[in-house]
T-cell receptor, first 115, second 113 residues
Framework: DTAVSQTPKYLVTQMGNDKSIKCEQN?????MYWYKQDSKKFLKIMFS???????INETVPNRFSPKSPDKAHLNLHINSLELGDSAVYFC??????????????FGEGSWLTVV | DQQVKQNSPSLSVQEGRISILNCDYT??????FLWYKKYPAEGPTFLIS?????DKNEDGRFTVFLNKSAKHLSLHIVPSQPGDSAVYFC????????????FGKGTSLLVTP
């Protein structure tokens, strides 16, 4: 069984559309994250949730809205998609949000292409 | 502002030899460092980590060295195997950033038979 699973894996959509990427982890972790890997291959944190509460919110346009219905799920909704949103989005989870020794486990990624 | 840097985008090593991947960081608050391995079309997978209280951590063929004064860490793979061919990401975290991982751009390692 996949520990961190995200859907869809590939998504091609037009500018202006609204889309969601879903993520689920079966590791029993308390903390979940969304990372973005852009065209320059930089992998950057977007959001972090601990027990359904937002704890990290980097400088991300408010068109991006994470939703955590429970601690095993963290979905990413994107409104009014722009060409620059094209990237690979990785969901991840870890046991704790703080403390040394925090290993983060990643999903396989969702390839978003905005045309 | 890129706080974790991997200045070598690619590295080619012959099977059986040592692979050395380097990473530099600028934030002196980083106290936990990790290496992730990534195959195409897959997410990064955790490989090995080191706390700032140590200068070396070993796990099988993989050893990570940390030089805090130089703000430098390296990953050694001995002996290198063709299955090690992947992109390796260095990552660092600090308590004042909620332990979110800051990644380097990655080094693509190719191990040739």
């Amino acid at each position: 069984d996949t520990a961190v699973s995200q859907t869809p894996k590939y998504l091609v959509t037009q500018m202006g559309n609204d889309k969601s990427i879903k993520c689920e982890q079966n590791l029993g972790h308390d903390t979940m994250y969304w990372y973005k890997q852009d065209s320059k291959k930089f992998l950057k944190i977007m959001f972090s949730y601990n027990n359904k509460e937002l704890i990290i919110n980097e400088t991300v346009p408010n068109r991006f809205s994470p939703k955590s219905p429970d601690k095993a799920h963290l979905n990413l909704h994107i409104n009014s998609l722009e060409l620059g949103d094209s990237a690979v989005y990785f969901c991840a989870s870890s046991q704790l949000p703080t403390g040394s020794g925090n290993t983060i486990y990643f999903g396989e990624g969702s390839w978003l292409t905005v045309v | 502002d890129q706080q974790v840097k991997q200045n070598s985008p690619s590295l080619s090593v012959q099977e059986g030899r040592i692979s050395i991947l380097n990473c530099d960081y600028t934030n002196s608050m980083f106290d936990y460092f990790l290496w992730y391995k990534k195959y195409p079309a897959e997410g990064p997978t955790f490989l090995i980590s080191i706390s700032s209280i140590k200068d070396k951590n070993e796990d099988g063929r993989f050893t990570v060295f940390l030089n805090k004064s130089a703000k430098h860490l390296s990953l050694h793979i001995v002996p290198s195997q063709p299955g090690d061919s992947a992109v390796y990401f260095c990552a660092a975290s600090a308590i004042n950033s909620g332990y979110a991982l800051n990644f380097g751009k990655g080094t693509s390692l190719l191990v040739t038979p």
